[in-house]
């Protein structure tokens, strides 16, 4: 009887030891779950990467590896897209400038997300001054890179707009600067115990 009461009693401990070992997760769904939720946009966050979750596992290192690629590849859609905007449609000079501009923002931006890739290659799951100095610069060219997108988003403020040039290029840039915004506050995440953080800057509307 005694034995059996030890066994109920050591249970519980067991459990707790497990949840704090694990951070209460114990799928690669439930951690980019909750992983997200440090995000600024979390449900756009679970929906670009849960496919992944294969590949994540419990990784912070493969969770924000995931979301740059996702938001590289996001980028040169949008990209690509405003280029074809730029050639189909009749423009004014401002229009044409703002679109122009903007193409090259996202040029940018895709060139900065790509050096954070190969950056994050280099990055092991330790610790050290390596590390440290690694993470900062992907922490500086993702926030760069957000820089990027709403610089493009500033370009098409105001009245005097098309308003379908201005409402199907700003809707398409304002979906990469969230997924960059995330990946950014992912990227944070994974270095936030061996570095500072950079803020996530805000996103214009």
Same mark, same amino acid.
């Given at each position: 009887? +005694? +034995?059996?009461?030890?066994?109920?009693f #050591?249970?519980?401990?067991? @459990?707790v030891?497990?949840?704090?070992?694990?951070?209460?997760?114990?799928?690669?769904?439930?951690? =980019?779950?909750?992983?997200?939720?440090?995000?600024?946009?979390?449900?756009?966050? #679970?929906?670009?990467? =849960?496919?992944?979750?294969?590949?994540?596992?419990?990784?912070?290192?493969?969770?924000?590896?995931?979301?740059?690629?996702?938001? =590289?590849?996001?980028?040169?859609?949008?990209?690509?897209?405003?280029?074809?905007?730029?050639?189909?449609?009749?423009?004014?000079?401002r229009?044409?400038?703002?679109?122009?501009?903007?193409?090259?923002?996202?040029?940018?931006?895709?060139?900065?997300?790509?050096?954070? #890739?190969?950056?994050?290659?280099?990055?092991?799951?330790?610790?050290?001054e390596?590390?440290?100095?690694?993470?900062?610069? #992907?922490?500086?060219?993702?926030?760069?890179? @957000?820089?990027?997108?709403?610089?493009?988003?500033?370009?098409?403020?105001?009245?005097?707009?098309?308003?379908n040039?201005?409402?199907?290029?700003?809707?398409?840039?304002?979906?990469?600067?969230?997924?960059?915004?995330?990946?950014?506050?992912?990227?944070?995440?994974?270095?936030?115990?061996?570095?500072?953080?950079?803020?996530?800057?805000?996103?214009?509307?």
């Open positions: 009887m +005694a +034995a059996r009461h030890e066994i109920i #050591v249970l519980p401990l067991l @459990l030891s497990f949840v704090s070992h694990t951070g209460g997760t114990t799928t690669p769904q439930d951690f =980019i779950k909750s992983s997200c939720r440090a995000t600024r946009y979390p449900a756009l966050c #679970v929906e670009c990467l =849960i496919g992944y979750a294969g590949v994540i596992g419990q990784s912070k290192r493969q969770l924000a590896l995931a979301a740059l690629s996702v938001t =590289i590849s996001s980028t040169r859609s949008c990209s690509s897209f405003v280029k074809s905007m730029a050639k189909q449609m009749r423009m004014k000079p229009e044409y400038g703002a679109v122009q501009d903007c193409i090259e923002n996202m040029g940018d931006s895709v060139d900065r997300l790509s050096q954070s #890739v190969r950056e994050m290659g280099r990055v092991g799951e330790g610790l050290g390596d590390f440290e100095w690694h993470m900062s610069n #992907v922490q500086t060219w993702v926030s760069a890179a @957000l820089t990027d997108d709403n610089t493009c988003l500033d370009g098409f403020d105001g009245r005097a707009m098309n308003g040039v201005k409402a199907a290029i700003k809707g398409r840039v304002l979906h990469v600067a969230q997924l960059t915004s995330n990946a950014l506050a992912l990227v944070n995440r994974f270095a936030q115990t061996h570095t500072t953080p950079l803020q996530t800057p805000p996103i214009l509307n």
